[in-house]
Each structure stands twice: as C-alpha cells, then as structure tokens.
C-alpha cells in the first residue's frame, strides 16, 4: 500500500458516485414502475423473516425452480453488482502504489461479483445444484496467487456484494460497498497501524517503541 497523501478528492468522487447511482436507481423506479419487481431488493427481508421454527423447503433442480428467477431480475442484479465494486477498485487504485498493480486482479474484482450473484441464483433453494457447483468449482483450481494480503479483502468484498446481488439483497451489498470504501480511505489516510512511536501505542501496549531495535 502507497503512502497516503491527500483524501478529499477520493471521498469527494466516490461520494458523488454514489448519490448519482442512488438518484439514478429511484428516478428509474418513479419513470418505469413495471421495473420495481424486478429489482434486487426484497431478499434480506424474507431471510430475516425466517425464524429458528421455520421450515425452509428445498426444491429438486428443474425447469419450474428457475422460473421464479426471470433474466431481467437477474440482469439488472449483475449490473448492480458492478456498479457496486467500482468505487472499490477506485479505492485499489488510490491506495496501491503504481508498481505493485495488477490489471488481471483488478479485472477480477469487477468480473467476481457477477459470476457470484449468478451463482446464487442457480442454487438458490437447490440442494442438488449446490451440491454440483461444489464439485465443479472443486474441479477446476483457482490459480490466481494474492500477492498482498489485503488484496483478500478485495476478493470478500466481490464474492459479498455478487452474493447479495444473486439473493435480492442489493441493499445489504450497497452498505458493504459504501462501508469498504470509507474504511478504506480513512485507515489508508491515517496511514493506521504505520507509526507506533507515539505515548499512546506506548501506554495501550506496555512498550517503549522509541527504544526499540528496529
């Protein structure tokens, strides 16, 4: 991770990204109401329903159980997705200095989300299916090496934000996406955790880091 240096631009930019997604999400609803039901939102609500006592029926994989998941729905929650991560590799590219890089990961943050809420969709109330994706995604081996460890982070941000997409909980994945990007940027602006030569690190860890080795 770069040194930090001035973050008002990136909260400024990321902030007005986001208020025009959130304008631009409810004029679509107000101009073309038909749309409404096929938007993904709705599915936390129905997952927090669902109490200890709840039955949940599991449906055999066939052509009935995808009819309650029609391709609009599912386009409009892929393209969430990714209007969701995009202010998150902004927020790779801010913080990542330009030597370390990598076009194929940052590529791979926007592709994640989108294979993630689909699928969610396929195995949405299948055991069988799950169980199949399981062994296909077993299979073939992930040989994409992280070469930072917060680059982790990125990928759980991607698989979060494509799972609450495939599951009708676009709000859930909003709140992940806006809560990763401000964190981000202000721990990267505190440059947190960098200087721990300071009385308070001091008096919280019992040591004395102005006498320390290194």
């Not at 008002?8 to 902030?15: E, I, K, Q, S, Y």
């Amino acid at each position: 991770m770069r040194k930090s240096s001035r973050v008002t631009a990136p909260l400024l930019v990321t902030t007005t990204y986001y208020l025009l997604v959130f304008a631009l999400f409810h004029a679509m609803v107000w101009l073309f109401p038909d749309i409404e039901p096929f938007m993904p939102v709705g599915g936390i609500a129905e997952l927090m329903g669902r109490g200890a006592d709840t039955f949940e029926q599991m449906e055999i994989a066939s052509s009935a159980a995808f009819n309650k998941t029609t391709a609009p729905s599912l386009a409009i929650a892929i393209v969430s997705a990714t209007v969701l991560m995009i202010p998150i590799s902004w927020v790779y590219f801010i913080t990542t200095r330009d030597s370390e890089l990598n076009r194929s990961f940052a590529q791979t943050m926007l592709i994640l989300p989108i294979i993630v809420a689909g699928i969610a969709n396929i195995v949405q109330n299948s055991i069988p299916l799950a169980f199949s994706l399981a062994g296909i995604v077993a299979a073939v081996r992930f040989r994409f090496t992280l070469t930072d460890p917060a680059h982790t982070l990125y990928i759980f941000a991607a698989i979060t934000i494509g799972l609450g997409a495939g599951i009708a909980a676009i709000g859930v994945s909003a709140l992940i996406s806006i809560g990763f990007v401000y964190a981000t940027l202000c721990l990267w602006r505190l440059d947190y955790g960098r200087n721990l030569n300071t009385p308070f690190y001091s008096f919280l860890t019992g040591r004395d880091y102005g006498n320390d080795d290194d």
